[in-house]
């Protein structure tokens, strides 16, 4: 069966520093990836996905990046954190995604920007 | 551009009563339709869909219909329990994307 693994679960961090949050996927070959952010009052924002190793798509241009070094991996990083990162950051899996719409969520992680 | 506006929360309901979220779409074409969950403390996971016009999608007692005349995608359950405390996200897709579109998500929080 297919797991989706995402890490840290919460992580403070002070502004301006960097930021590294990973995502696997675990089950499946070359599914399509994807970032999303849910803060308060925004509902759920689509940041990056990915179709293939390498291939990002931003959405919204912002101090954050994404990166697939691997099928299965999936990186969002930033070189210097603003307060306005802090939030839910989910990263989630999907397979002919146009056909079913169905996206498997990892757990989120939590962060915090002080 | 695509958009899905679903009620402002929190909705604050007494257990056995009857919900209704609602939910109404922008869209060029016939997208598809979705109702997302997330529970306290985890991510989202897809709780029913709708493909087409008509179509009603069903899952633990929730309902939606799709209705393309009223562009609406609103989901029912006749009792809800304690158990259904949670947000609720309606989302779409257009054929031949690879993005789901979510709304903004509704609390829904009931009470024993």
């Known amino acids: 069966s297919q797991t989706i693994h995402q890490w840290p679960a919460t992580l403070v961090q002070p502004v301006g520093s960097p930021l590294s949050l990973e995502c696997t996927v675990e089950?499946?070959?070359?599914?399509?990836l994807y970032w999303y952010r849910q803060a308060a009052g925004r509902g759920l924002q689509l940041l990056f996905y990915s179709v293939g190793i390498g291939q990002i798509s931003s959405e919204v241009p912002q101090n954050l990046s994404a990166s697939r070094p691997q099928d299965r991996q999936f990186i969002l990083s930033s070189k210097k954190l603003l307060l306005s990162d802090s939030g839910f950051y989910l990263c989630?899996?999907?397979?002919?995604?146009?056909?079913?719409?169905?996206?498997?969520f990892g757990e989120g992680s939590r962060l915090t920007v002080l | 551009g695509n958009s899905v506006t679903q009620m402002e929360g929190p909705v604050t309901l007494s257990e056995e009563a009857f919900l209704t979220i609602n939910c109404t779409y922008t869209a060029t074409g016939y997208p598809s339709l979705f109702w997302y969950v997330q529970y306290p403390g985890e991510g989202l996971q897809l709780l029913l869909k709708a493909t087409k016009a008509d179509d009603k999608g069903s899952n633990k007692g929730f309902e939606a219909t799709y209705r393309k005349e009223t562009t609406s995608f609103h989901l029912e359950k006749g009792s809800v329990q304690v158990s259904d405390s949670a947000v609720y996200f309606c989302?779409?897709?257009?054929?031949?994307?690879?993005?789901?579109?979510f709304g903004k998500g509704t609390k829904l929080t009931v009470n024993p």
């Open positions: 989302a779409l897709i257009q054929g031949g994307s690879e993005k789901l579109v």
């Open positions: 089950g499946t070959s070359n599914p399509n």
């Open positions: 989630a899996w999907g397979e002919g995604v146009s056909y079913t719409g169905e996206l498997f």
